[in-house]
């Protein structure tokens, strides 16, 4: 393939990530609902070869599911399952804060700088950036842990509940409510106190939980 195709290739496969991501996150693609190929590349202004590389990612993250027979739909979790999931990241995240090398004061401002584009977004009417930077606020608490394998596999799990984490953020009072979590977590890790940090995190991962409940009735 020549350089120019292999680019738009690339570029169209990263649009199609970001736009079929966003619309999974707002609820105009549904869970347990069949995605139409022709229809989203049509919609995207993009081919199929892109649209189904960024299908595959998204299905490899745990977002959507992929059946021979049906092709792409987006995935349907049940209360009980994504209980699991929450249960795994308890677990394993756990392990990440409890062997974290405590961050300098440009880490420390590092994570408070990304709570602050989280509060800036509180009150957005287009807030769904939060959802990924709620990830990257974690992501970067765990990349101070010496357990790189067990961070591997939190990254990796941590998408499955994605579009559930964005439906527990859909009231601005929710996504106030994890921006303090989040300085408390800060707080905790400025003081450098274990057990404080583990306590928060844990509850902020129940509110969360909680707050997607209404989702499975």
């Given at each position: 393939?020549?350089?120019?195709e292999a680019?738009?290739?690339?570029?169209?496969?990263s649009?199609a990530?970001v736009?079929?991501?966003?619309?999974?996150l707002r609820?105009?693609?549904?869970?347990?609902?069949?995605?139409?190929?022709?229809?989203?590349?049509?919609?995207?202004?993009?081919?199929?070869?892109?649209?189904?590389?960024a299908?595959?990612?998204?299905?490899n993250?745990?977002?959507?599911?992929h059946?021979?027979?049906?092709?792409?739909?987006?995935?349907?979790?049940?209360?009980?399952?994504?209980?699991q999931?929450?249960?795994?990241?308890?677990?394993?995240?756990?392990?990440?804060?409890?062997?974290l090398?405590?961050?300098?004061d440009?880490?420390?401002?590092?994570?408070r700088?990304l709570?602050?584009?989280?509060?800036?977004?509180?009150?957005?009417?287009?807030?769904?950036?939060?959802?990924?930077?709620?990830?990257?606020?974690?992501?970067?608490?765990?990349s101070?842990?010496s357990?790189?394998?067990?961070?591997?596999?939190?990254e990796?799990?941590?998408?499955?509940a994605?579009a559930?984490?964005?439906?527990?953020?859909?009231l601005?009072?929710?996504?106030?409510?994890?921006?303090?979590?989040?300085?408390?977590?800060?707080?905790?890790?400025?003081?450098?106190?274990?057990k404080?940090?583990?306590?928060?995190?844990?509850?902020h991962?129940?509110a969360?939980?909680?707050?997607a409940?209404?989702?499975?009735?």
């Amino acid at each position: 393939m020549a350089a120019p195709e292999a680019a738009a290739r690339e570029t169209g496969t990263s649009r199609a990530l970001v736009a079929l991501k966003r619309m999974v996150l707002r609820g105009e693609l549904l869970p347990g609902e069949q995605l139409r190929q022709e229809r989203l590349a049509a919609q995207l202004g993009i081919s199929r070869v892109p649209l189904r590389e960024a299908l595959l990612v998204l299905a490899n993250q745990g977002l959507l599911d992929h059946k021979s027979q049906q092709g792409f739909i987006v995935a349907k979790r049940t209360h009980d399952e994504l209980a699991q999931v929450h249960f795994m990241l308890d677990v394993l995240e756990s392990e990440l804060l409890r062997t974290l090398q405590w961050p300098d004061d440009q880490g420390i401002a590092r994570l408070r700088a990304l709570n602050r584009r989280m509060a800036d977004l509180v009150e957005a009417a287009d807030w769904f950036e939060i959802v990924e930077l709620n990830h990257k606020f974690h992501s970067t608490l765990w990349s101070l842990s010496s357990r790189k394998v067990i961070c591997e596999q939190v990254e990796r799990i941590w998408p499955l509940a994605d579009a559930y984490v964005a439906r527990a953020y859909r009231l601005p009072k929710d996504r106030q409510a994890a921006v303090d979590f989040h300085e408390r977590i800060i707080d905790a890790v400025e003081a450098r106190d274990t057990k404080a940090l583990q306590e928060v995190s844990s509850d902020h991962r129940r509110a969360t939980i909680e707050g997607a409940e209404p989702t499975f009735l």
